[in-house]
């Protein structure tokens, strides 16, 4: 009975956002104990105490991104927006196109971009994050980057990753900047 629930609400999620929900059906047919225990993952990726929503939506999108060449992407960027990220933030972090993200937004993208590429300013991204918003902020930055990505490395690794397309932000189709992580 409550699979039937569960799987009421894939539908509704997948209707919502236009997003392929196959693999999460999969597992919940599958190997329900670990879809229950994946699931709560998913609020999760909602956590942000103190940082803004465009800051933490830049990590997200930055993980997401670096582990997707389509559809997950693109659910973060419509999460985004309808979160109240302003679509020129969304655009800003899609392009990697610093100077036109704001100064919470380009922290919240500088500290995830560095953290997925391993820079060697990593130490001084995450320090201007506690700066700026204490050590709730760098943990809120690293929920929102790590489970941007959790979503997307599931997927493929369950073999339903298989679609790559061009991420638009509110109907416009935006030019990826895509980098190896």
Same mark, same amino acid.
């Given at each position: 009975?409550?699979?039937?629930?569960?799987? &009421?609400?894939? &539908?509704?999620?997948?209707?919502?956002?236009?997003?392929?929900?196959?693999?999460? /059906?999969?597992?919940?047919?599958?190997?329900? &104990?670990?879809?229950?225990?994946?699931?709560?993952?998913? #609020?999760?990726?909602?956590?942000?105490?103190?940082?803004?929503?465009? #800051?933490?939506?830049?990590?997200?999108?930055?993980?997401?991104?670096?582990? /997707?060449?389509?559809?997950?992407?693109?659910?973060?960027?419509?999460?985004?927006?309808?979160?109240?990220?302003?679509?020129?933030?969304?655009?800003?972090?899609?392009?990697?196109?610093?100077?036109?993200?704001?100064?919470?937004?380009?922290?919240?993208?500088?500290?995830? /971009?560095?953290?997925?590429?391993?820079?060697?300013?990593?130490?001084?991204?995450?320090?201007?994050?506690?700066?700026?918003?204490?050590?709730?902020?760098?943990? /809120?930055?690293?929920? #929102?980057?790590?489970?941007?990505?959790?979503?997307?490395?599931?997927?493929?690794?369950?073999?339903?990753?298989?679609?790559? &397309?061009?991420?638009?932000?509110?109907?416009?189709?935006?030019?990826?900047?895509?980098?190896?992580?």
């Amino acid at each position: 009975m409550l699979s039937f629930f569960i799987r &009421r609400k894939l &539908r509704a999620t997948a209707k919502r956002y236009g997003y392929d929900v196959s693999y999460l /059906d999969y597992m919940l047919t599958e190997a329900p &104990r670990a879809f229950f225990k994946f699931a709560p993952l998913a #609020a999760a990726s909602s956590h942000r105490e103190v940082v803004p929503i465009e #800051a933490s939506f830049a990590a997200k999108i930055t993980g997401a991104m670096a582990e /997707d060449c389509g559809p997950c992407a693109q659910l973060t960027v419509n999460m985004a927006l309808e979160a109240g990220m302003p679509k020129s933030q969304v655009e800003a972090v899609v392009r990697h196109d610093v100077p036109a993200m704001s100064p919470e937004t380009a922290l919240g993208f500088g500290f995830a /971009d560095a953290i997925v590429h391993r820079s060697d300013d990593q130490d001084f991204r995450r320090e201007a994050v506690r700066a700026r918003w204490g050590d709730k902020g760098v943990i /809120d930055l690293a929920m #929102a980057l790590q489970t941007g990505r959790l979503f997307p490395m599931m997927k493929l690794a369950l073999g339903y990753a298989k679609e790559c &397309r061009r991420v638009s932000v509110d109907g416009h189709e935006i030019d990826v900047v895509k980098q190896a992580a």
